[in-house]
């Protein structure tokens, strides 16, 4: 057989994923933008087109849908629409001015999988993509005759015991900086210029609430933020309980205005640097990422909304419409996620692997039942920092008690009895 002869091996099927990202480094968060909306999902097929393909076309498509329950596509909320608008506008406000100086911070605050870092990052890769554009995908800063890098958006994510040693070299690790036996200065310095030489215009911190502020080296870390802020770049805090953490004061949330209430200073405390906290108050506006609720009209109906936005994107063999916003369906998916989206995305997605494996190809409060979202569907969530949500067990409806014969112990046994017997 010649070279020509053999057959030509078959093209990889189009849905399997590429090499991993990883958004903490610059090449993997710019190839993460480029790529994000890539992946097509499965076509929509009904029953009759499905059951007349080969055996082995038909695994394929299984898989093709499994890959699409598995990347559900984050789908925006009336609470991730005003979070992307503020982090967007704020970042905005301080890349096109011409002033020097502070730019005014964000803190997403929220509960764990409520889409928090999508959202933020959602709004950071349209302002890239906006800011490359303008700029026509060249450093407006670099010098000339230096090579010209450009990285519009860093995003970090804060260690687990932070120190301003470890926070610089995560930050010094997503631009590829070499900061081997460098001192705490050094350190400072060189993001410094590296946020300067790449024309970073937002940097993110994710994950800021897993600094405590009990430890002397977290408020070291505050201080190095706020120096952080001195160098022109807009910074954007994500964390859960940011209010009770210490970044700010301690506050509570006002439902009527749904707004934080920071109270005033009483007790400045025993913190190495005790302003370090207010500090951050003035320099940052704070906006929360809700669950969906149901409290009220609008919000009910703004959950059934999302409920049929999530419908569109299920690949079952039975129509779709209606399968999660139909009759008692969205009272169930409630109470099972507590209107969390990241608990709804892995319920859905479970249900529709059981749902194509018995194919029933339709998803039910019963098939859901057998549907158990555990922590260890959410392993980048660090349960020590409070980042796990609280996860509502299932709700089996009571068994059916089953019915008792009639007692017989007064049934006259006299001869009518005996003669009717």
Known sequence: MTESDQPTPAAAPSFLPGPPIDRTRVEGWQRWVRSRELFEPAPILDLPQYQQMAPRRRRLYDLHRLATHSSLPVLSTPMSDAVAWLVKARIEDGAYSHKTGIRTGVMVNGGGAQGKTETVCAALAAFEAEWLEVNEYMNPQAIAGTRDLLAPVAYVR???????????????????EDYKNMRQEDL???????????????????????????????????????EVMSMSVTLILVGVGIPLSGLLRRGRFDAATRQWIIPPVKDRGRSPNPEAATQHERRFEMIELEPFSYDSRERINAWGNHLAALEGTLRLLHDTEGMLTSGSMPEYLFGRTNGVVGLLEKLIQRGCRLAIEDGSERLDADLLNRCRVSPTDLPELDAESGEQPVIPPVKNPPAKKPKRGRNATFDDSGPAAESAG
């Open 188 to 226: 400072i310095r060189t993001v410094n210029a590296a946020i300067s030489s790449h024309a970073t215009k937002a940097l993110v911190i994710d994950d800021i609430t897993r600094l405590k502020l009990h430890r002397e080296s977290d408020q070291d870390v505050l201080d190095l933020l706020l």
């Open 158 to 176: 804060c260690p687990v015991k932070a120190t301003p040693v470890s926070t610089c070299q995560r930050i010094l690790d997503f631009y590829g």
